[in-house]
Protein backbone atom coordinates (compact mmCIF):
# COMPACT_ATOMS: atom_id res chain seq x y z
CA UNK A 1 0.00 0.00 0.00
CA UNK A 2 1.65 3.80 -1.21
CA UNK A 3 -0.18 6.85 -0.72
CA UNK A 4 -2.58 8.67 1.69
CA UNK A 5 -4.84 6.66 3.11
CA UNK A 6 -4.23 3.78 0.71
CA UNK A 7 -5.85 0.66 2.23
CA UNK A 8 -7.06 2.31 5.31
CA UNK A 9 -9.92 0.05 6.44
CA UNK A 10 -8.07 -3.42 4.79
CA UNK A 11 -7.99 -6.42 6.66
CA UNK A 12 -8.13 -8.29 3.12
CA UNK A 13 -4.53 -10.16 1.91
CA UNK A 14 -2.83 -9.94 -1.40
CA UNK A 15 -4.47 -6.58 -2.39
CA UNK A 16 -1.67 -4.18 -3.97
CA UNK A 17 -2.93 -0.35 -3.41
CA UNK A 18 -0.86 2.40 -4.65
CA UNK A 19 -2.45 6.10 -4.90
CA UNK A 20 -4.73 8.57 -2.97
CA UNK A 21 -7.34 6.60 -1.06
CA UNK A 22 -6.84 3.64 -3.27
CA UNK A 23 -8.21 0.89 -1.79
CA UNK A 24 -9.61 2.97 1.01
CA UNK A 25 -12.30 1.53 2.38
CA UNK A 26 -11.39 -2.43 1.37
CA UNK A 27 -12.45 -5.04 4.29
CA UNK A 28 -12.03 -8.08 3.93
CA UNK A 29 -11.48 -8.09 -0.30
CA UNK A 30 -8.30 -10.15 -1.43
CA UNK A 31 -6.10 -10.27 -4.62
CA UNK A 32 -7.03 -6.98 -5.83
CA UNK A 33 -4.97 -4.64 -7.46
CA UNK A 34 -6.04 -0.69 -7.19
CA UNK A 35 -3.99 2.11 -9.02
CA UNK A 36 -4.55 5.24 -9.31
CA UNK A 37 -5.99 8.45 -7.24
CA UNK A 38 -9.40 6.84 -5.42
CA UNK A 39 -9.52 3.74 -7.62
CA UNK A 40 -11.41 1.39 -5.66
CA UNK A 41 -11.95 3.83 -3.05
CA UNK A 42 -15.64 2.50 -1.93
CA UNK A 43 -15.17 -1.07 -2.55
CA UNK A 44 -15.18 -3.18 0.67
CA UNK A 45 -15.54 -6.93 -0.31
CA UNK A 46 -14.34 -7.37 -3.73
CA UNK A 47 -11.96 -10.31 -4.77
CA UNK A 48 -9.58 -10.38 -7.59
CA UNK A 49 -10.50 -6.92 -9.35
CA UNK A 50 -8.26 -4.94 -11.47
CA UNK A 51 -8.70 -0.91 -11.31
CA UNK A 52 -6.38 1.37 -13.02
CA UNK A 53 -7.01 4.84 -13.55
CA UNK A 54 -8.06 7.94 -11.39
CA UNK A 55 -11.80 7.10 -9.67
CA UNK A 56 -11.90 3.72 -11.11
CA UNK A 57 -13.75 0.93 -9.87
CA UNK A 58 -16.72 1.30 -8.08
CA UNK A 59 -18.73 -0.07 -4.78
CA UNK A 60 -17.80 -3.83 -5.21
CA UNK A 61 -17.79 -6.76 -7.28
CA UNK A 62 -15.62 -9.56 -8.47
CA UNK A 63 -13.34 -10.14 -11.02
CA UNK A 64 -13.67 -7.21 -12.63
CA UNK A 65 -11.31 -4.98 -15.03
CA UNK A 66 -12.04 -1.48 -15.47
CA UNK A 67 -9.04 0.90 -16.80
CA UNK A 68 -9.62 4.51 -17.18
CA UNK A 69 -10.30 7.64 -15.34
CA UNK A 70 -14.03 6.96 -14.00
CA UNK A 71 -14.29 3.41 -15.45
CA UNK A 72 -16.91 1.09 -13.71
CA UNK A 73 -17.44 4.68 -11.43
CA UNK A 74 -20.83 2.66 -9.83
CA UNK A 75 -20.21 -0.75 -10.29
CA UNK A 76 -20.77 -3.61 -8.25
CA UNK A 77 -21.53 -6.48 -10.83
CA UNK A 78 -19.36 -8.99 -11.81
CA UNK A 79 -17.08 -10.18 -14.62
CA UNK A 80 -17.01 -6.70 -16.46
CA UNK A 81 -14.18 -5.30 -18.28
CA UNK A 82 -14.16 -1.56 -18.76
CA UNK A 83 -11.34 0.14 -20.58
CA UNK A 84 -11.72 3.75 -21.55
CA UNK A 85 -12.33 6.94 -19.65
CA UNK A 86 -15.56 6.89 -18.23
CA UNK A 87 -16.32 3.35 -19.53
CA UNK A 88 -19.35 1.56 -18.28
CA UNK A 89 -19.43 4.79 -15.53
CA UNK A 90 -23.26 4.16 -14.37
CA UNK A 91 -22.80 0.12 -14.28
CA UNK A 92 -24.77 -1.03 -11.07
CA UNK A 93 -25.37 -4.55 -11.49
CA UNK A 94 -24.74 -5.10 -14.57
CA UNK A 95 -22.61 -8.06 -15.43
CA UNK A 96 -20.45 -9.72 -18.05
CA UNK A 97 -20.56 -6.74 -19.84
CA UNK A 98 -17.36 -5.50 -22.34
CA UNK A 99 -17.14 -1.79 -23.06
CA UNK A 100 -14.00 -0.53 -24.77
CA UNK A 101 -13.74 3.24 -25.43
CA UNK A 102 -14.46 6.70 -23.83
CA UNK A 103 -18.09 6.84 -22.54
CA UNK A 104 -18.83 3.12 -23.79
CA UNK A 105 -21.84 2.08 -21.97
CA UNK A 106 -21.86 4.98 -19.96
CA UNK A 107 -25.95 4.74 -18.77
CA UNK A 108 -26.10 1.38 -18.47
CA UNK A 109 -27.06 0.31 -15.01
CA UNK A 110 -28.51 -3.57 -14.83
CA UNK A 111 -27.84 -5.24 -18.30
CA UNK A 112 -25.78 -8.15 -18.75
CA UNK A 113 -24.16 -9.53 -22.18
CA UNK A 114 -23.00 -6.57 -23.88
CA UNK A 115 -19.93 -6.13 -26.11
CA UNK A 116 -19.55 -2.14 -26.94
CA UNK A 117 -16.58 -0.91 -28.48
CA UNK A 118 -15.68 3.01 -29.93
CA UNK A 119 -16.04 6.14 -28.33
CA UNK A 120 -19.52 6.52 -26.98
CA UNK A 121 -20.93 2.95 -28.57
CA UNK A 122 -23.87 1.95 -26.39
CA UNK A 123 -23.45 4.43 -24.57
CA UNK A 124 -27.66 5.30 -23.29
CA UNK A 125 -27.82 1.66 -23.49
CA UNK A 126 -29.97 0.06 -20.82
CA UNK A 127 -30.63 -3.44 -22.41
CA UNK A 128 -28.90 -7.16 -22.52
CA UNK A 129 -27.37 -8.96 -24.68
CA UNK A 130 -26.55 -6.64 -27.19
CA UNK A 131 -23.02 -5.96 -29.78
CA UNK A 132 -22.20 -2.36 -31.28
CA UNK A 133 -18.70 -1.91 -32.99
CA UNK A 134 -18.07 1.85 -33.72
CA UNK A 135 -17.98 5.38 -32.98
CA UNK A 136 -21.56 6.42 -31.28
CA UNK A 137 -22.92 2.48 -32.49
CA UNK A 138 -25.92 1.66 -30.69
CA UNK A 139 -26.04 5.22 -29.11
CA UNK A 140 -29.44 5.62 -28.24
CA UNK A 141 -30.62 2.27 -27.84
CA UNK A 142 -32.48 1.97 -24.15
CA UNK A 143 -34.84 -0.86 -24.61
CA UNK A 144 -33.57 -3.41 -27.28
CA UNK A 145 -32.26 -6.63 -26.99
CA UNK A 146 -30.15 -8.68 -29.44
CA UNK A 147 -28.91 -6.37 -31.79
CA UNK A 148 -25.42 -6.01 -33.16
CA UNK A 149 -24.38 -2.49 -35.18
CA UNK A 150 -21.04 -2.34 -36.47
CA UNK A 151 -19.90 0.61 -38.16
CA UNK A 152 -19.54 4.39 -37.91
CA UNK A 153 -23.13 5.38 -35.65
CA UNK A 154 -24.53 2.19 -36.66
CA UNK A 155 -27.94 1.88 -35.03
CA UNK A 156 -27.25 5.73 -34.04
CA UNK A 157 -31.06 6.65 -33.50
CA UNK A 158 -32.36 2.80 -32.41
CA UNK A 159 -34.27 3.04 -29.29
CA UNK A 160 -35.70 0.18 -28.93
CA UNK A 161 -35.78 -2.53 -31.56
CA UNK A 162 -35.11 -6.26 -30.99
CA UNK A 163 -33.04 -8.70 -32.52
CA UNK A 164 -31.29 -6.64 -35.22
Do not use: P
Request: include cysteine; aromatic fraction near 12%.
Amino acid sequence: MMGYNSGYYNTGSDNTFIGYESGKANTSGAHNVYLGSKSGDNTSNSIHQICIGANSGGTGGNYNVMVGGYSGNDTNGNENTFIGTSAGYSNTSGSRNVFLGRSAGWFQTTAVNNTMVGMEAGKTNTASNNTFFGYQSGYFNTSGTGNTNVGYQAGYSQTSNTNN
